[in-house]
């Protein structure tokens, strides 16, 4: 009894007080409306048809690619960012953190006007790259990529950050006792502790590059095959032809899911 | 006169605005059938109208105290799915006459007047530095062309004119815009752009223009109506009337387009 008590106690807690719940049904109908009005748009009887079309399967293709090389790229540099904000002394650590989370609320046209500013054709990094080997970023699947990058690598590094904080130092400590370098203490003790933020990290990050639009048309342009991602298909659709707009969009909606739905899971376990 | 279910609403949103203008002359405000004067036009216009019609929307107001131009610029065929989902648009001025002529086969709006033509022309970066000559130079792999994305105007205009000369455009990239478009070649990212003449216009000295052949297939007329259940109906004939004035047409010459 002494030890059934408390546990009825728990779970009085973990219930909401009941007054959450209107609230909570409000709110889920808010976000689930507009995908229902999607849904009811969508032209059920051409989809098949639709997403097979050329302008579907193009975009669909660029935007995984460019989605999945701008995650790897954020995970090489994300994770030792989100390490230097979590563990580093550094003076101005909150400047850094600022500069790290600002995609995030800059509207990304504005991120894509500056990375014009800086790799562009005439841009700071640009011009001299291209006087120099002739690569050019803007209009080719690297600056979609950069584009994606610059976007969605804050989701990666906020993540991991907080994960990194959770971490047990005295794990780290244990380990350096026992005689384990750096190198082994990082790979063996922190990286696994922190492994479902990073997983979390990722997957947001990769769910923020597919639905990438300002930066990216502000900065790689708009071309069927090579830098026409979904959402910017879907944008150019819309103005032409929306039962094919509606279709584009519906896939976005259903990869985007297929990539969050088995986020919540890790999410609550991490 | 039926109300789509979203009038109200928009209705509502409209009356800071009115509020906001009140107490002044009622001046050549026209009262509506409520009897409330109309104090605001609201004007959906095609992007390459964008600096014309803030002159236009001055001139207006100057003729009619009290009243306030509130403009809203998109691709064409942007406004017209905007105008077709029940915008709170007075008056709709396109690039392009099919789209026009989709607004008015939806009975969307009443009878278009064409009040401006535009023209094609082969933008490039101060001082060219492409050295591009003509249009034949579209169809260039090493250069890096842009055009409009097919399906706005000044993509398909493009298209009909490359066709017209047998050219094959390469383009690095096809902008939702002629403005994005213009950007570009301003930023000196694209080597040359098919553009509108008012564009290279407006663009000032970051932008050349290169004589091309577009004739008849490069020109477009520009057509403007009252959206059919205006908010401001009276508001919305009077400027659809005034675009048509010399003294409209001589702000619109000002920005580089030709008489309709």
């Known amino acids: 009894m002494s030890r059934a008590a408390p546990r009825t106690d728990r779970r009085a807690a973990a219930r909401p007080p009941r007054a959450l719940v209107p609230l909570a049904a409000l709110t889920v109908g808010f ?34 690619v460019s989605a999945a090389v701008a995650t790897g790229l954020s995970l090489l540099g994300g994770v030792p960012l989100a390490w230097v904000l979590a563990r580093s002394r550094l003076p101005g650590l909150s400047v850094l953190r600022a500069l790290a989370t600002l995609p995030v609320v800059l509207p990304p046209v504005v991120g894509g006007a500056a990375l014009l500013f800086a790799f562009g054709r005439r841009g700071l990094v640009g011009e001299p790259l291209e006087d120099a080997t002739g690569f050019v970023l803007p209009f080719s699947i690297w600056g979609v990529i950069a584009a994606n990058t610059f976007v969605a690598l804050p989701f990666l590094v906020l993540t991991v950050e907080s994960g990194l904080r959770a971490v047990d130092t005295r794990y780290e400590e244990a380990a350096a006792t026992l005689g384990a370098g750096r190198w082994t203490v990082l790979r063996r003790v922190t990286l696994p502790q922190a492994a479902p933020s990073i997983v979390a990290g990722a997957v947001l990050c990769f769910a ?18 090579r830098t026409q991602t979904m959402p910017l298909a879907v944008f150019v659709a819309l103005e032409s032809d929306r039962d094919a707009a509606v279709a584009l ?10 990539v969050l739905v088995p986020l919540r899971d890790r999410w609550l376990r991490a | 006169m039926t109300l789509r279910p979203a009038r109200p609403l928009l209705a509502a949103c409209a009356l800071p605005l009115v509020l906001a203008a009140c107490g002044g002359s009622t001046g050549d405000a026209a009262p509506s059938g409520d009897g409330a ?46 105008v077709l989902d029940g915008a709170p648009a007075d008056v709709v001025a396109t690039a392009d006459e099919a789209v026009m002529a989709d607004l008015v086969d939806e009975g969307a709006v009443g009878e278009p007047v064409a009040f401006a033509t535009n023209r094609l022309q082969l933008a490039v970066p101060a001082g060219n530095p492409a050295g591009v000559g003509g249009l034949d130079d579209l169809g ?22 490359l066709d017209g000369a047998g050219v094959e455009p ?25 553009v509108y003449a008012t564009d290279v216009r407006a663009a000032g000295d970051a932008v050349e223009a290169v004589d091309v052949p577009v004739g008849e297939e490069g020109t477009t007329r520009y057509p403007i109506a009252a959206v059919a259940d205006a908010p401001h109906p009276r508001a919305a004939d009077a400027f659809v009337a005034f675009v048509t004035t010399p003294a409209a047409r001589d702000v619109l010459a000002d920005h580089g387009f030709g008489p309709p």
Do not use: M, Y
């Not at chain 2, 109208?49 to 001055?58: G, Q, S």
């Not at chain 2, 207006?60 to 406004?79: I, K, Y």
């Not at chain 2, 994305?149 to 000044?154: D, E, I, L, N, Q």
């Open chain 2, 37 to 82: 004067p109309e104090r605001t036009v609201t004007v959906f216009a095609a992007a390459s109208l964008t600096d014309a019609f803030a002159d236009v929307a001055a001139a207006f107001e100057d003729e009619h105290p009290g009243v306030t131009v509130e403009l809203s610029f998109a691709g064409s065929s942007a406004l017209r799915e905007q």
């Open chain 2, 140 to 161: 260039r792999g090493d250069l890096v062309i842009g055009l409009c994305a097919a399906g706005v105007p000044c993509g398909d205009l493009a298209r009909r004119v």
């Open chain 1, 249 to 258: 969009s519906l896939v976005l909606v259903a990869v985007s899911l297929a």
């Open chain 1, 31 to 64: 976000l689930v409306l507009p995908l229902v009005a999607l849904l009811q748009r969508a032209p059920w009887s051409d989809l098949t048809e639709l997403v097979r079309r050329p302008i579907v399967t193009d975009a669909l293709r660029l935007s995984l």
């Open chain 1, 208 to 225: 923020r590059a597919l639905g990438e639009f300002g930066a990216t048309v502000t900065f790689a342009g708009n071309l069927q095959g």
């Open chain 2, 170 to 194: 390469a383009p690095d990239t096809e902008e939702p815009n002629v403005r994005a478009l213009l950007a570009k070649v301003e930023a000196g990212e694209l080597d040359a752009g098919l």
